[in-house]
C-alpha cells in the first residue's frame, strides 16, 4: 500500500479518536478502528455480525465492551464541553 496514503489515512483515525474520545493513544485509536468497522459491518451486513456474535461470545463481549467505552468517553466530553454561543 502506499506510504503516503497509510500517513494520511493514520491521521484520520487519529482525528477521529481525538474529537470522539478525547484519547488518541495507540490502544484507543486500534478501538476506534474496530469500533468503526464493526459498527460499519453490522449496518451493512447485519446477517454476518448476527452470525459471528453467536459463533464469537468472547468477541461480542469484547466489541461490546470497546462500543460501551467509546460511548461513555464521548458522552463525558459531550458533557465538559463549554457551551458554544
Known sequence: MN???ENEFNSLVF???ELI???TSPEMI???KIWAFFNHVHKSLPA???HWNQTHPEGKAEVRRIFEEIRELNQAMQ???PDQK
Open 3 to 5: 506510504t503516503d496514503f
Open 15 to 17: 482525528k477521529t479518536a
Open 21 to 23: 474520545t478525547g484519547d
Open 30 to 32: 486500534e478501538k476506534i
Open 48 to 50: 454476518l455480525t448476527s
Open 79 to 81: 458533557t465538559n464541553k
